[in-house]
Structures are given as C-alpha cells and as structure tokens.
C-alpha cells in the first residue's frame, strides 16, 4: 500500500498569513493526489485534484503543486472560514489513502 | 444538484451486521462509480470499498475484505455496503462518495457504532 505522510500535524497561523503544508507519498504516484478540507462534524470537501487543479467554485487562494512523491498545499493568504483539517489522498494505486491529516486553526 | 444520503448506520454487537444504504439523486447515477469512505471517531479518513458504474468491477480495503460486501442498483440510484462479522474497529461514519480518482460530492454520513 501507498504510505502518505502531512506535515505539519497540526499549525497554528493569523489571518492573512501564508499557510503551507506538505504531503509525501511513499512511492511515486505521478500527479495522482487530491487535497479534501474537511470542517467538524461535515462531509470533507474536494479543493484540489490532480495535484494542482482547483475544484470550481473554491477560492483562488487555495493551490496545490508537487508530482511524484512530493506535494505541497498553500493557502496564500488565511481566512477565518479556513480553519479546518487538510487531507492529501492517493488514487494512483488501490488501496486509495489518505494523509494523517493537518489541523489549522488561527494563532 | 447532486444529493447522496446514507442511511442504515445505528449500534450493533461485535460479530454482527448492518447494510448500509447511499440513495442518489440529481445525477445519472449509473455513469459513475461510487465509493465508501469512513471516518473514526477523531480521526482520519479511511477508504473501504469502490464500485465502477456497471457493477462489475469492486475494490475493498484489507481491512474489510471477506467481511463487506459494496454492491449497487442503478435502477434504484442506490448504493449499498453489507458489513457482515463487524468489529469494534469498524466503528465509524460512513461515507458515500461519488467518483472513483476524486469526490466532489459526499453524503452526510452514517454512524456505525459497534460495540456490546
């Protein structure tokens, strides 16, 4: 099975400030990884997919970037509304899987 | 627009067994795979099962396999998961998702609480 680590686990960050987090994969999986933002208690919600396409409808200061075994996740600029916990997932191989998560939340 | 909506989750004992049901709508239903994602309570996301279009083709998590059974009635816009011989480690909400490489659209989820 595919191993995929975050880091960091969790951050702490102010409003306005860049946030960048970091997902590797435990072998090469070519573009292969999405990026869910999941809130308490809801369903998690896709905002990046094929490592660097932005779902429609989510905000532009979401991206993502990487290919083969390392990726990276950016807010470019933190919003209240962004606090959340950030999942990576593989869907190169069976089983699909999924990253630890990150929590964020505001300094 | 697009709804999915568990339904089936509730208590059951250990070496028991429910079915989950997924109930589709706003879409053709039998042009996408669909798959069953859970969640631990507190913790990560786990994919369980995937099922293509037609039916025919089923993936599972080791975790599960010989012990869920995802099946689907595309003439009834539904998805199903047979969990059979369920452990305290199946304790989870179960989600249904469609799509097979990326989810953009999720149930609410159902609990499944395992336990005496």
């Known amino acids: 099975d595919i191993q995929m680590t975050q880091s960091p686990s969790s951050l702490s960050a102010s409003i306005g400030d860049r946030v960048t987090i970091t997902c590797q994969a435990s072998?090469?999986?070519?573009?292969?990884l999405n990026w869910y933002q999941q809130k308490p208690g809801k369903a998690p919600k896709l905002l990046i997919y094929d490592a660097s396409n932005l779902e429609t409808g989510v905000p532009s200061r979401f991206s993502g970037s990487g290919s083969g075994t390392d990726f990276t996740f950016t807010i470019s600029s933190l919003q209240p509304e962004d606090i959340a916990t950030y999942f990576c997932?593989?869907?190169?191989?069976?089983?699909?899987?999924f990253g630890p998560g990150t929590k964020v939340d505001i300094k | 627009q697009v709804q999915l909506v568990e339904s089936g989750g509730g208590l059951v004992k250990p070496g028991g067994s429910l079915r989950l049901s997924c109930a589709a709508s706003?879409?053709?239903?039998?042009?996408?795979?669909m798959t069953w994602i859970r969640q631990a309570p507190g913790k990560g996301l786990e994919w369980v099962s995937n099922?293509?279009?037609?039916?025919?083709?089923?993936k599972y998590a080791d975790s599960v396999k010989g012990r869920f059974t995802i099946s689907r009635d595309n003439a009834k816009n539904s998805l199903y998961l047979q969990m059979n011989s369920l452990r305290a480690e199946d304790t989870a909400v179960y989600y249904c998702?469609?799509?097979?490489?990326?989810?953009?659209?999720w149930g609410q989820g159902t609990l499944v609480t395992v336990s005496p």
């Open positions: 997932q593989q869907y190169d191989n069976f089983p699909r899987t």
């Open positions: 099922i293509k279009s037609s039916g025919a083709y089923t």
């Open positions: 706003g879409f053709t239903f039998s042009d996408y795979d």
């Open positions: 998702a469609r799509g097979y490489r990326y989810h953009r659209w």
């Open positions: 072998q090469d999986i070519n573009n292969s």
